[in-house]
């Protein structure tokens, strides 16, 4: 089977490199050439786990290709997806459409007949059968067929949350793209993975009711932190407590400086647009917005409470960047909020993130410092912030951490560490919810 991938970014690479894994022939194409042209020299864009690995063995195996050049590639595929970016549109919060349409506009004449165009990116309901509009309009005698796959992979987990998915969706039209998308899935299949197939419109909105509800949980237990402050309950043992009803589940409970990513922020915006262009309600989700908006002013509040009197050339050391661990992409991340109202105040920054540096670089203001290393960041500090949940800094010498810093005021976002202990080892330690 013959597939081209249109997009070479988290998901659309990471779906590339797990297809040609399945077996399929797949070409990954991206209209950025300085990203195709690292690929190419067997070069990440983009930090994700295993995933350089996985891309050099699949090349390696003749499985795999990139290019920029679109004509070429698709003219042989049996399926084409769309996995562009679906960024918030500026102004308004809807989901931009320009880059699939753009896509669609693209392919129209190069298509084979009876070719399966499948979208991958997270779209409004309705993109599917414009997609299908466009193409019919500039080639209205090609036989071919639209269905919507949406993505449910995580940054960070990417690889194994692809080869091992809870469930597939598959929005379709016809029995011929359920033929070939069931031909392409067979080895998730074979793994007893559940496959949904729906319509066009279930499948497009199935993927920003999952996002909702993942962050409505995150929003739901970050203000649930705030009652424990108020109340003396620890909220780790409320989330825990809830968790163990089945009905409710363990996973999406931890508490945080507010969800942020390529992808809660924007879905949720564009779910409520999308309501509120269909005349319906979703009361829920401007909650779950408006809730992790004040988590983040919360979190702002909580670091001055604790740096108490001017932070003004204090030295603040900050641990992590990206708006989780294990990836790079610090789209939407809490630190592009909470750090910037502290630089405001005059606070000295310096920070530090395993991988997310140079996107950081691009998005926060220049008065920032960046350190090399924990040591860099954490020496002579008067305070120390941990916002990201690196694997690194779990696993930091607190006691040596403790020697070298100036002052004693840890803030940890992410609570990771155990209070009792970290006030053993002397810090003045300010957590969430605790
Ligand atoms: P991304 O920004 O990492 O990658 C998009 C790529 O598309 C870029 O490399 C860009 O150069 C390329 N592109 C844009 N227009 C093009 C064109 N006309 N021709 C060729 N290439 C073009 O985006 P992403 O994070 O991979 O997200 C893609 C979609 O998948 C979005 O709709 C997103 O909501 C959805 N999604 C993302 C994730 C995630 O974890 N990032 C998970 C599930 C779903
Ligand atoms: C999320 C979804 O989990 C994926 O299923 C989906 O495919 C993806 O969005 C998408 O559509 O792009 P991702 O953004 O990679 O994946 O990361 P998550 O692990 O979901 O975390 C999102 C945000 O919520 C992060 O800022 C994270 O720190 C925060 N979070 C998550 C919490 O604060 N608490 C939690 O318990 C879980």
């Given at each position: 089977m013959n597939i081209s991938i249109i997009g070479a970014g988290y998901v659309g690479l990471v779906s590339g490199a797990c297809f040609a894994e399945f077996g399929a022939s797949v070409t990954c194409i991206d209209n950025n050439k300085g990203r195709i042209e690292k690929l190419n020299n067997g070069i990440m864009p983009i930090y994700e786990p295993g995933l350089s690995d996985l891309v050099a063995s699949n090349v390696d195996s003749e499985k795999l290709f990139f290019t920029s050049n679109?004509?070429?590639?698709?003219?042989?595929?049996?399926?084409?997806?769309?996995?562009?970016?679906?960024?918030?549109?500026?102004?308004?919060?809807?989901?931009?459409?320009?880059?699939?349409?753009?896509?669609?506009?693209?392919i129209a004449n190069n298509l084979k007949e009876d070719a399966v165009i499948?979208?991958?990116?997270t779209v409004p309901v309705g993109t599917a059968r414009e997609v299908k509009r466009v193409i019919k309009k500039a080639n209205p005698k090609?036989?071919?067929?639209?269905?919507?796959?949406?993505?449910?992979?995580?940054?960070?987990?990417?690889?194994?949350?692809?080869?091992?998915?809870?469930?597939?969706?598959?929005?379709?039209?016809?029995?011929?793209?359920?033929?070939?998308?069931?031909?392409?899935?067979?080895?998730?299949?074979?793994?007893?993975?559940?496959?949904?197939?729906?319509?066009?419109?279930?499948?497009?909105?199935?993927?920003?009711?999952?996002?909702?509800f993942?962050?409505?949980?995150?929003?739901?237990?970050?203000?649930?932190?705030?009652?424990?402050e108020k109340t003396g309950a620890d909220v780790h043992k409320v989330a825990e407590g809830m968790g163990l009803d089945s009905r409710i589940g363990s996973k999406f409970l931890q508490v945080g400086p507010g969800y942020g990513g390529s992808c809660f922020p924007?879905?949720?915006?564009?779910?409520?647009?999308?309501?509120?262009?269909?005349?319906?309600?979703?009361?829920?989700?401007?909650?779950?917005?408006?809730?992790?908006?004040?988590q983040k002013a919360r979190m702002i509040s909580k670091i001055r409470g604790a740096i108490d009197g001017s932070i003004l050339d204090k030295k603040i050391g900050v641990l992590g960047l990206t708006f989780k661990a294990e990836t790079d992409d610090m789209r939407d991340a809490p630190s592009l909020s909470i750090l910037p109202a502290l630089l405001d105040k005059g606070?000295?920054?310096?920070?530090?993130?395993?991988?997310?540096?140079?996107?950081?670089?691009?998005?926060?203001?220049?008065s920032l410092q960046y350190g090399e290393?924990?040591?860099?960041?954490?020496?002579?500090?008067?305070?120390?912030?941990?916002?990201?949940?690196?694997?690194?800094?779990?696993e930091m010498d607190l006691e040596l951490i403790k020697k070298m810093m100036k002052g004693d005021i840890f803030i940890d976002l992410r609570n990771i560490f155990n209070k009792k202990e970290m006030k053993s080892l002397g810090y003045k330690y300010y957590c969430i919810g605790r």
């Open positions: 679109l004509s070429n590639s698709i003219k042989d595929s049996d399926l084409v997806f769309i996995a562009v970016g679906t960024p918030a549109r500026r102004g308004d919060g809807h989901a931009d459409l320009k880059y699939v349409y753009a896509v669609a506009e693209e499948v979208n991958k990116s090609l036989n071919f067929h639209v269905a919507s796959n949406p993505e449910f992979l995580r940054e960070g987990s990417a690889i194994n949350d692809f080869m091992k998915p809870d469930r597939v969706i598959l929005g379709l039209e016809s029995e011929h793209s359920k033929n070939v998308l069931s031909d392409l899935y067979k080895p998730l299949i074979d793994i007893k993975t559940p496959i949904l197939s729906t319509d066009l419109e279930s499948a497009e909105l199935i993927k920003y009711a999952s996002n909702a993942l962050a409505t949980k995150v929003s739901f237990i970050n203000e649930i932190s705030l009652l424990c924007k879905d949720t915006q564009a779910l409520v647009r999308m309501a509120q262009e269909n005349e319906a309600s979703t009361r829920i989700v401007e909650a779950v917005i408006e809730v992790n908006a004040s606070a000295n920054i310096i920070a530090h993130d395993p991988e997310g540096i140079e996107e950081a670089k691009k998005l926060l203001p220049n290393s924990i040591e860099e960041v954490v020496k002579d500090a008067d305070a120390i912030i941990l916002m990201t949940e690196w694997i690194d800094y779990r």
